[in-house]
């Protein structure tokens, strides 16, 4: 994937952010929204999964077309189960910041004391399951853009077959429409009468 790095870089900002954020910034009204924000998001992957494999049926279809649209559905199935299980991280971690209780942690080499250091790391493992979720919320219109694109080829396939088995043959056509003797013939002018 080209955006391989751009990923990377996402989720160590993320971890990043939620390191150096103050902890009292996520508890109460903050945390409860964003809490509220990835419960609503969890709750539309459900629907949006029994959509996904409601869409795969096999009439008219061929096999591999058939096992391709298979292929992109179980990639969409997955990437949904994948952000709400990363959703669902991120929540009940969100929800551990406002019970962790406020220590610090000397760093013993560098002689530093990291303030609020247990929520600090509960907060930064928070933001990276969140980041996390988002990148591979991408993926989805991605995914659903190659089943609309499998699906429409399908269609195509589906309409042209049956356009060609009810569609009339030429000896059909010759059969409803027939033709005197002697129709379209070329008749030179000095046969015709004045």
């Not at 061929?62 to 189960?81: C, P």
């Amino acid at each position: 994937m080209p955006l391989r790095g751009s990923k990377a870089v996402a989720l160590i900002a993320g971890a990043a952010a939620g390191a150096i954020l103050p902890p009292p910034l996520l508890i109460g009204d903050p945390s409860r929204l964003l809490v509220t924000f990835l419960g609503l998001a969890a709750a539309s992957i459900l629907p949006t999964v029994s959509l996904v494999i409601g869409s795969l049926s096999s009439s008219g279809r061929s096999v591999m077309r058939i096992e391709e649209l298979a292929r992109e559905l179980s990639q969409a199935v997955r990437t949904l189960f994948l952000i709400l299980a990363l959703v669902a991280v991120a929540v009940v971690l969100l929800m551990l910041i406002a019970i962790l209780p406020d220590i610090a942690w000397p760093i013993p080499l560098a002689g530093i004391e990291v303030p609020d250091a247990a929520r600090r790391g509960v907060q930064s493992l928070a933001l990276l399951a969140a980041t996390a979720a988002a990148i591979h919320a991408l993926q989805i219109p991605q995914i659903l853009g190659r089943v609309l694109t499998i699906k429409r080829d399908i269609a195509i396939h589906e309409a042209r077959k049956a356009l060609a088995e009810t569609a009339p043959s030429e000896a059909d056509i010759r059969q409803m429409f027939p033709k005197k003797d002697g129709f379209g013939q070329n008749v030179p002018l000095d046969r015709m009468r004045p």
